[in-house]
């Protein structure tokens, strides 16, 4: 993963592929990227319609400009714009979502275009598993978290009342566009909680990639210029490599696709306990878990330095995320409401609960056999810290 970001005259777009045999697919990365959509999606579906699913804060800044090369290339379309956030992982949007798209007589062969963010993506590709048995689509993400994580893997869901993607499919794109320009009008605080999961990539498996974000981070924010080879496009591609080799080895997270909720039985719960709200993103919450995770790690286990998990909350707070349950306003859960939240996410099986550990950074592994007492321990710790 060390390869240089490419000088500034590669502005050829980047192209993982997903390898999952008849189901395998490309993630195109790069700036301006979304301007080939059309000509790709013509190129690979000749003479199919396509729907296109997106909200209300992308339709305004990004619609126009996809609706431009989808007219370009000859291809025919119609859209629906949902609201923005979280409620729309619902059955009533859902539903709309899905009966616009037969209303549109988008039939098999024809295809779903999911623009926007992971909330878009998971609706959109629900609804694309769904309907008329089972729809092709591509995914055009425009958040950060949407283009190093929920676009790449093919988990689709909507929201239960019971909790969070519990009606879903697995269910892969046939194509993924991340064009990185998108960010630009990303809210910081979103970019950030994206960066979250983008750092997640080296603190599970790739020390390398960990040391070259704790180099570049800055530029990484600040994205990089129309000729392309940027710092932002090279981290957004080595994440997808990341996420698209664990996709490759288990589909259906038997097994190693665990090792990408590094961070989230801690972040989950602390979701949970703030509602799923605006007082605290995904990728925040997750921040605060991988913290967690390693002081976890290091101080009960004693698996990790305690200075590598001072590294990590280090890094992640230089980036502007929280790294501490006192972090959150108002103020934190109890521990009782904690635990009951953890066992809710993650079964706990005889006081055992299964955990994502580090041995250090850029080594985690699936431990199945966590003693519930020592995680309430050590949030009690944690929680009386001032
Ligand atoms: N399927 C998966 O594997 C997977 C993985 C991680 C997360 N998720 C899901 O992803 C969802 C969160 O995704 P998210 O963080 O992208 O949130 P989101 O889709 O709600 O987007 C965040 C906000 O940014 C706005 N936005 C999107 N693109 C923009 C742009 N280019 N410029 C300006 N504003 C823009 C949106 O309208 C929204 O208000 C959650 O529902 C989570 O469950 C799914
Ligand atoms: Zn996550």
Redesign the pocket.
């Known amino acids: 993963m060390t390869a240089p970001v490419r000088s500034a005259h590669a502005a050829e777009p980047e192209v993982v592929k997903v390898n999952l045999g008849t189901r395998s697919y490309d993630i195109v990365i790069g700036r301006g990227v979304a301007d080939s959509l059309g000509a790709r999606i013509a190129a690979l579906r000749p003479g199919a319609k396509t729907f296109v699913v997106t909200?209300?804060?992308?339709a305004r800044?990004?619609l126009p400009a996809i609706l431009g090369t989808l007219g370009r290339a000859g291809v025919k379309t119609d859209s629906i714009v949902v609201p923005?956030?979280?409620s729309s992982?619902s059955f009533p949007v859902f539903e709309r979502v899905c009966e616009a798209i037969v209303a549109a007589r988008i039939e098999r062969g024809d295809l779903v275009i999911a623009l926007?963010?992971?909330?878009?993506?998971?609706l959109a590709?629900f609804a694309a598993a769904v309907v008329r048995r089972g729809l092709d689509y591509v995914q055009v993400?425009?958040?950060l978290?949407?283009q190093v994580?929920?676009s790449?893997?093919g988990?689709?869901?909507i929201d239960s009342s019971h909790g969070?993607?519990l009606i879903g499919a697995f269910h892969q794109p046939i194509l993924v566009v991340a064009d990185t320009a998108?960010?630009d009008?990303?809210?910081v605080r979103?970019f950030r909680?994206?960066y979250a999961?983008m750092a997640k990539y080296g603190l599970l498996g790739d020390a390398a990639f960990f040391d070259w974000l704790d180099a570049n981070r800055k530029e990484v924010f600040a994205g990089g210029n129309s000729s392309g080879g940027s710092a932002r496009d090279h981290a957004i591609a080595v994440s997808c490599r990341a996420k698209a080799a664990i996709v490759a080895r288990d589909e259906r997270e038997t097994g190693d696709r665990q090792l990408l909720n590094l961070g989230h039985t801690f972040g989950h719960a602390l979701e949970a306990a703030c509602g799923y709200s605006d007082q605290l993103?995904?990728?925040e919450a997750i921040a605060i878990g991988m913290a967690l995770a390693f002081e976890f790690s290091a101080s009960r286990q004693g698996l990790c330095s305690k200075a590598e998990a001072a590294r990590v909350i280090r890094h992640l707070a230089a980036a502007g995320l929280p790294t501490r349950i006192q972090d959150i306003a108002p103020p934190p859960p109890s521990i009782g409401e904690l635990m009951e939240l953890i066992a809710q996410d993650k079964k706990i099986k005889c006081g055992r609960l299964t955990f994502i550990l580090v041995r250090g950074i850029g080594d985690a592994f699936i431990e199945t056999g966590v003693d519930a007492g020592e995680v309430r321990a050590f949030l009690s710790e944690k929680l009386s810290e001032q």
């Not at 909200?55 to 992308?58: C, F, G, L, R």
């Not at 926007?116 to 998971?122: E, K």
């Open positions: 909200d209300e804060n992308v800044q990004i923005p956030g979280e992982k926007g963010g992971g909330v878009i993506g998971d590709g993400p425009t958040t978290l949407a994580d929920s790449v893997g988990k689709t869901a969070k993607n998108l960010l009008t990303l809210p979103e909680a994206g999961e993103l995904h990728g």
